[in-house]
């Protein structure tokens, strides 16, 4: 007979035996919100002009999110013309289907709702969200997206006094509609009327204050330029910026008079009240250009009302100076992101080239019409999203794989091909992106779905012994890179992603224009480990309208 401790053990597994263990795995936590996009007459420089308004405000709401949140966004389009919104620098990890660009989406016709789910996966830091479709951006629907690190994340400093977005960009007093009439006719844009700061100028009577500041607390700033066309460069009256975050990416924390942030990037910043209770000028004023822009926001100090100085700080003069910033922004190795490991636990620069793809940005003419193109072609987008037609197995049908090659013609064409531009990238290549800009201004580029690691920007022409120069320990890990006049830039990144991802000129004009293109990347097991079926409740258009829905991706 065994002891009275075996038999316990023994009915135990009985009991165990018996029982179905069910482990039941918590969704993360949801954010809704409900947007009634509509039309609003603004007057930012004193004109009035047709605005594009979410819930009545310009610029719009500010979504607040935490890493993993899924966001729900139902969008009424209240507009007499389609309409769709992007989310800059989300990565959408195996869900290109959220994306909201033509190449992915079928736009909301007027009058109807679409509703965006995707999950903020594995990311913290500061975007922005804006339409995507034709030249709406030029008359808002854009704010501004937060990501906050979860609770249990350590974060390289300490939590902010409060948390401020501020959107800056130029202006056109013209209304989209106008400025898309303009392009369509073959008209290059001009300069922008002017700058604007969270849709004001500074220039108004009896201007309020923005932000308000407590004497001897820390404030996060998260500054993006949602632009059209030019670089700015943003500064305090009297305050340093210590800069913290860059498009994700905790930073090396080094401490800043001015920064220059170009078009379609997004930088974090803490500032600290500690100089004398009065109000103070934040500006953002253009670079690289012949002529001046600028727009001004006031901080109060609390408890004082005493004026601003009429003084405004001077931005600085020339792009050596611009470089000379960017070589000084770093990866923070030892700080955690999104998970608890460090962000220098990531060894990019071990990794083995598979790929190199270059890309020429130019300026030339189609059908007797200005275009811009990368590579001889000028982008056009298709009534079937590529995405669609990819995914329903009609590609051939809509447009043709690798219409440009991996390197640009010797001399760029006058005459631009206008074609959809897609090229395949195998799934988790490990790519090197070069950007070559032959031109006289300033080129900024984003790609959707990734970040990337931002190696080197140099003037002159790219070569591969230019690779010596790559920082290959600390570049940042960023989803926007500028190239200046005459230089190249070049990026490192694994396509792990699979989907269907726009890579784009940031200024408005040339992104309409054609200087834009998609990679495709597919996973050859086809299973959802890789990428998310498309929805159930997803909208059709073009060509796969009416097709059945391909059989679903499996485990």
Known sequence: MGSHGEKVSVLLLLCLSAVTIVVVKAEDPYIFFDWNVTYGTISPLGVPQQAILINGEFPGPNI????????????????????????????????????????????????????????????????YYFPSTGMQKAAGGFGGLRVNSRLLIP?????????????IGDWYSKSHKVLAKYLDSGRALGKPDGVLM???????????????????????????NIGIKNSLNFRIQDHLMKVVEIEGSHTVQNVYDSLDIHLGQCYSVLVTANKQPKGY????S???????????????????????????????????????????????????????????????????????????NSVGTANGKLRYGINGASHT?????????????????????????????????????????????TFRNFVEIVFE??????????????????????????????????????????????VYPKSWAAVLLTMDNAGMWNLRANTLERFYLGQQMYFSIQSPARSLRDEYNI??????????????????YTI
């Open 286 to 360: 253009t670079r690289f250009t012949k002529y001046q822009l600028s727009a001004t926001g006031l901080i109060s100090y609390e408890g004082s009302k005493a004026p601003p100085s009429p003084k405004l700080p001077a931005a600085p003069t020339g792009w050596a100076w611009s470089l000379n910033q960017f070589r000084s922004f770093r990866w923070n190795l030892t700080a955690s992101a999104a998970r608890p490991n460090p962000q220098g636990s990531y060894h990019y620069g071990m990794i083995n080239i598979t790929r190199t793809f270059k890309i020429v």
């Open 198 to 224: 969270n849709g004001k100028t500074g220039k108004e009577k009896d201007q309020k204050p923005l932000f308000t500041m407590k004497p001897g607390k820390t404030y996060r700033y998260r500054i993006c």
């Open 155 to 167: 974060v390289p400093f300490a939590d902010p006094e409060d948390d401020y977005t501020v959107m």
């Open 64 to 127: 607040n999110s935490t890493t993993n949140n899924n966001v729900v966004v139902n969008v009424f389009n209240g507009l007499d013309e389609p309409f769709l919104l992007s989310w800059n620098g989300i990565q959408h990890r195996k869900n290109s289907w959220q994306d909201g660009m033509l190449g992915t989406n079928c736009p909301i016709p007027p009058g109807q709702n679409f509703t965006y789910h995707f999950q903020v996966k594995d990311q913290i830091g500061s975007y």
């Open 381 to 425: 987008d298709t009534e079937t999203p590529l995405k669609l037609a990819e995914y329903f197995n009609v590609a051939e049908k809509v447009f043709k794989y690798n219409g440009i090659q991996d390197t640009p013609p010797k001399k760029t064409p006058a005459q631009l091909k206008l074609q959809p531009v897609v090229v395949n990238q």
């Open 535 to 552: 929805p159930d409740y997803w909208k059709l258009c073009g060509i796969v309208n009416d097709l059945p829905k391909p059989p679903p």
């Open 281 to 284: 000028y934040m500006v953002a």
């Open 437 to 482: 800009n032959h031109e006289k201004s300033v080129q900024s580029w984003h790609l959707d779905g990734y970040s990337f690691f931002a190696a080197a920007i140099e003037p002159g022409r790219w070569s591969p012994d230019r690779r010596k120069n790559y920082n290959l320990l600390d570049a940042l890990s960023k989803h926007t890179i500028q």
